[in-house]
């Protein structure tokens, strides 16, 4: 387990994988993922049983918050590092928070910072990046909260819901976020 502020990430259980299809099933979580095909749980079984073939520090976790200051925790999300370069140490990071009622309230800003935090200080990453949508103000915020700047726009780099959308690269280097 990974603590932070009311965050902490777990390992992803089987159990895990029915609720993670529903979340990337909804439209709205969807709208800032990559996932535009919906898909089953049939899926989410075979990406799981790939999961466990990868080294652990390339595996993703399940986020779980505390609504509440000493409450109960809750699983609301996944996230984690794809792409690695162990050569060049860079990752690139994702996350969804798939429990809406909990967006808006600090706790993706918070599980980012979290894992900036393992990623510098446990997986020894120098450059941890990220690309996200132009229609993601919510994500892009949280980002530039934790120290992500902007690198570039890939012009309607993704196309939905009819239309083209640019796509931000965003990255923090090690150096930066350790003056922060
Ligand atoms: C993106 C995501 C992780 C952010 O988590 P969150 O808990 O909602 O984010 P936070 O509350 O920490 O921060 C959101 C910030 O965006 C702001 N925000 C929300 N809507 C906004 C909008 N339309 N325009 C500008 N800023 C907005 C919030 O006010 C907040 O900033 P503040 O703290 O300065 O007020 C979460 O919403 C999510 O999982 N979304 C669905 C999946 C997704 O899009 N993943 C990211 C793919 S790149």
């Given amino acids: 387990m990974i603590y932070g502020k009311r965050v902490r990430l777990r390992a992803i259980e089987k159990e895990d994988l029915p609720q993670f299809v529903a979340w990337l099933n909804d439209p709205e979580v969807r709208r800032g993922l990559s996932n535009v095909i919906p898909f089953s749980l049939t899926s989410e079984e075979k990406w799981f049983e790939d999961l466990q073939e990868k080294?652990?520090?390339?595996?993703s976790l399940a986020i779980e918050i505390q609504p509440e200051e000493n409450g109960e925790w809750v699983f609301v999300?996944?996230?984690?590092?794809?792409?690695?370069?162990?050569?060049v140490r860079q990752a690139e990071v994702g996350i969804h928070i798939g429990e809406k009622k909990y967006w808006d309230q600090g706790f993706g800003t918070r599980v980012m910072?979290?894992?900036?935090?393992?990623g510098f200080d446990t997986l020894n990453l120098n450059r941890i990046s990220l690309r996200v949508k132009d229609n993601?103000?919510?994500?892009?915020?949280?980002?530039?909260?934790?120290?992500?700047?902007?690198?570039?726009?890939?012009?309607?780099?993704?196309?939905y819901g009819?239309?083209?959308?640019?796509?931000?690269?965003m990255s923090v280097l090690r150096s930066a976020w350790e003056e922060l």
Avoid at 77 to 86: E, P, R, S, V
Avoid at 162 to 169: A, F, K, N, R, S
């Fill in 136 to 159: 993601n103000p919510r994500a892009i915020r949280a980002y530039e909260k934790v120290g992500f700047v902007e690198e570039g726009l890939l012009r309607q780099a993704y196309f």
């Fill in 113 to 118: 910072r979290l894992l900036l935090k393992h």
């Fill in 162 to 169: 009819g239309e083209y959308v640019d796509m931000h690269l």
């Fill in 55 to 59: 080294p652990p520090p390339e595996q």
């Fill in 77 to 87: 999300g996944g996230g984690g590092f794809f792409d690695f370069d162990w050569r």
